[in-house]
C-alpha cells in the first residue's frame, strides 16, 4: 500500500467509521421513500455498520430485495414462513443478531401495525422479539401523519421507548406540501449515532479487566482459558458512549477496542491486578469481565520443558490474587465493583456467594454451559444480582447486554 493512500484510508476509516461493527436491521416498509432505504443502507455500511434488510410485501413493489441485497452484501428477508430463509437465519436469530432495529420507512399502516404488536409479518415478528433499541422513521402523506390516529399511535410508541426520527417538511411526492417526508438518510444516521452517546456516565472513569490471563510454564507454553473478551470490550464500548472516560485492562484477545479507550495490555494475572490497582485509584466503577487464571506454576522453567522421554509431569500450581476481591476491599475502592459468575450449575447461588464473598455491589450471572451465549459467542444472556435486587436480562448481542447493564450502572450511581 502507498504511504499516502494508506494514511487517507487510515484517516478515513477514522473519520467514518462511527457505528463501526454495530449490527443493524433495517425494516423496509411500503412507502414512496423506500428507495431512501438504499440509501440508508450505504451511508450506515459508510459508518462500518452491518446491515440486514427486512422488507415487509408493500416494501417489495417499491424498491427490490434485489437491489436491498446487493447493497446491504447480506440475503435479504421478506417471507415469515419461509423455511429456507428461516433454516438460514431464523426471526429469534435475526432478532437477537441486531444491536439496533430502524423502519424506516415507517408508512402509516406499518406503525399501527406495531402498536398492535402485530407478528404475521417477519418485520412485525423481528419487531416484537428484538431485546436492541427501537427506531422508527415515519413516512406518509401529511394529512395522513396529521391524523388523530397516526399521532396517538406515535404517541404509544415513544410511551414505549421507541425512538422516533422525524418526519421532515418539505413538498410530498403526491405534491402536498407537509410534515411526513421521511427524513434524509444521513440525517438519520446523524440521529442514531448521537442516540448511543447518552451520556449517562459524563465525567466518570470505569475500569474494566477483559479477556484471559496467561501464566508462563516456561518460555513457549502457558496456562490460559477460552475467555474471547468480547463482553469486556462491549462493556468498554458502551461506558464509552456513556460518556465515560475507559480503561481497559486486557489479556490477550482478537477484539479491537473502539477508538478512545485507554487500553493496557497484560498478560499474567499478576500484571492484570497491578495495572488495576493503578487504574482505579480515583475511579468510579470497577468491572471485572476478565476470566482470571486462578493458579499459576509455581516455578516458571527459563528453558522450553522438554518430555526427553518421560510419560508424566507433575505440576505444582499457587493461588493467584483475586483481583477483584482485592480491589473492593481496597483504600481505594471505587464507588461500583461490578463482578462476572459464569457458572454451569446452581448459577445463582454460586453467583450470590461471590458478591458477598468479594464485596460486590452488583454481579452478572450467565450460564456457560448453553453454548448459544457465553464464552465465545456474540450473544450472551444472565441476571445482574445485588444485594437486595435481580434483573434477568434477555439473550441479546453482547454490545445490546453491555449497553443495558451500563445504564442499569449508571442509574444506581446516581442514585447512590
Ligand atoms: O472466577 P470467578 O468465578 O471467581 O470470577 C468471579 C469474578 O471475580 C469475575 O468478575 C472475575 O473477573 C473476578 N476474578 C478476579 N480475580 C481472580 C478471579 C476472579 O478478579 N483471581
Known amino acids: 500500500?502507498?504511504?499516502?493512500?494508506?494514511?487517507?484510508?487510515?484517516?478515513?476509516?477514522?473519520?467514518?467509521?462511527?457505528?463501526?461493527?454495530?449490527?443493524?436491521?433495517?425494516?423496509?416498509?411500503?412507502?414512496?421513500?423506500?428507495?431512501?432505504?438504499?440509501?440508508?443502507?450505504?451511508?450506515?455500511?459508510?459508518?462500518?455498520?452491518?446491515?440486514?434488510?427486512?422488507?415487509?410485501?408493500?416494501?417489495?413493489?417499491?424498491?427490490?430485495?434485489?437491489?436491498?441485497?446487493?447493497?446491504?452484501?447480506?440475503?435479504?428477508?421478506?417471507?415469515?414462513?419461509?423455511?429456507?430463509?428461516?433454516?438460514?437465519?431464523?426471526?429469534?436469530?435475526?432478532?437477537?443478531?441486531?444491536?439496533?432495529?430502524?423502519?424506516?420507512?415507517?408508512?402509516?399502516?406499518?406503525?399501527?401495525?406495531?402498536?398492535q404488536g402485530r407478528a404475521d409479518?417477519?418485520?412485525?415478528?423481528?419487531?416484537?422479539?428484538?431485546?436492541?433499541?427501537?427506531?422508527?422513521a415515519p413516512a406518509m402523506n401529511q394529512e395522513m401523519w396529521a391524523k388523530a390516529a397516526t399521532q396517538e399511535n406515535i404517541g404509544v410508541l415513544r410511551e414505549r421507548g421507541i425512538e422516533i426520527l422525524g418526519p421532515d417538511s418539505g413538498s410530498q411526492a403526491c405534491g402536498d406540501i407537509g410534515a411526513g417526508r421521511l427524513l434524509e438518510p444521513t440525517e438519520i444516521v446523524e440521529s442514531l449515532i448521537a442516540s448511543f452517546s447518552t451520556g449517562d456516565l459524563a465525567g466518570k472513569h470505569v475500569v474494566i479487566t477483559a479477556g484471559p490471563t496467561r501464566e508462563p510454564?516456561?518460555?513457549?507454553?502457558?496456562?490460559?482459558?477460552?475467555?474471547?473478551?468480547?463482553?469486556?470490550?462491549?462493556?468498554?464500548?458502551?461506558?464509552?458512549?456513556a460518556g465515560a472516560r475507559t480503561t481497559l485492562i486486557s489479556g490477550p484477545v482478537h477484539c479491537d477496542a473502539a477508538p478512545g479507550v485507554d487500553v493496557v495490555e497484560v498478560e499474567t494475572t499478576r500484571e492484570m491486578l497491578e495495572a488495576s490497582m493503578t487504574a482505579t485509584d480515583g475511579a468510579d466503577i470497577f468491572i471485572g469481565a476478565a476470566a482470571v487464571v486462578d493458579f499459576k506454576p509455581e516455578t516458571v522453567a527459563a528453558q522450553k520443558i522438554k518430555r526427553a522421554g518421560s510419560e508424566s509431569m507433575e505440576l505444582k500450581l499457587v493461588a493467584n490474587p483475586d483481583i477483584i476481591a482485592t480491589i473492593a476491599t481496597s483504600d481505594t475502592r471505587p464507588n461500583l465493583v461490578v463482578g462476572f459468575a459464569?457458572?454451569?450449575?446452581?448459577?445463582?447461588?454460586?453467583?450470590?456467594?461471590?458478591?458477598?464473598?468479594?464485596?460486590?455491589?452488583?454481579?452478572?450471572?450467565?450460564?456457560?454451559?448453553?453454548?448459544?451465549?457465553?464464552?465465545?459467542?456474540?450473544?450472551?444472556?444472565?441476571?445482574?444480582?445485588?444485594?437486595?435486587?435481580?434483573?434477568?436480562?434477555?439473550?441479546?448481542?453482547?454490545?445490546?447486554?453491555?449497553?443495558?447493564?451500563?445504564?442499569?450502572?449508571?442509574?444506581?450511581?446516581?442514585?447512590?
Not at 428461516?86 to 439496533?100: K, V
Not at 418485520?123 to 427506531?135: D, E, K, Q, Y
Not at 510454564?217 to 464500548?237: D, F, H, Q
Not at 446452581?346 to 450471572?365: E, G, H, M, P, T
Open 217 to 241: 510454564l516456561c518460555p513457549v507454553r502457558y496456562i490460559s482459558n477460552r475467555s474471547s473478551g468480547k463482553m469486556g470490550y462491549a462493556l468498554a464500548e458502551a461506558c464509552l458512549n
Open 1 to 115: 500500500m502507498n504511504a499516502t493512500f494508506g494514511v487517507n484510508f487510515l484517516l478515513c476509516i477514522g473519520q467514518m467509521a462511527r457505528l463501526l461493527n454495530r449490527n443493524f436491521i433495517i425494516g423496509v416498509t411500503g412507502s414512496i421513500a423506500a428507495y431512501k432505504a438504499a440509501e440508508l443502507t450505504r451511508e450506515l455500511i459508510r459508518e462500518g455498520a452491518s446491515v440486514r434488510v427486512v422488507m415487509t410485501e408493500g416494501a417489495c413493489e417499491f424498491i427490490t430485495p434485489l437491489t436491498m441485497q446487493a447493497l446491504s452484501g447480506n440475503p435479504v428477508h421478506t417471507g415469515l414462513l419461509d423455511t429456507e430463509a428461516e433454516a438460514a437465519m431464523g426471526h429469534i436469530e435475526l432478532a437477537r443478531w441486531a444491536d439496533s432495529v430502524i423502519v424506516a420507512p415507517a408508512s402509516a399502516d406499518s406503525i399501527a401495525r406495531l402498536v
Open 121 to 136: 409479518d417477519l418485520l412485525g415478528a423481528c419487531v416484537l422479539a428484538t431485546p436492541a433499541p427501537i427506531f422508527v
Open 342 to 416: 459464569a457458572e454451569t450449575n446452581d448459577v445463582s447461588a454460586y453467583a450470590r456467594d461471590k458478591l458477598k464473598r468479594k464485596n460486590l455491589d452488583f454481579i452478572f450471572a450467565n450460564d456457560v454451559s448453553d453454548k448459544a451465549i457465553g464464552f465465545n459467542s456474540d450473544s450472551n444472556a444472565g441476571t445482574l444480582i445485588s444485594a437486595n435486587n435481580e434483573i434477568v436480562m434477555a439473550v441479546s448481542s453482547k454490545r445490546v447486554l453491555a449497553e443495558t447493564m451500563i445504564a442499569e450502572l449508571a442509574k444506581h450511581l446516581s442514585e447512590k
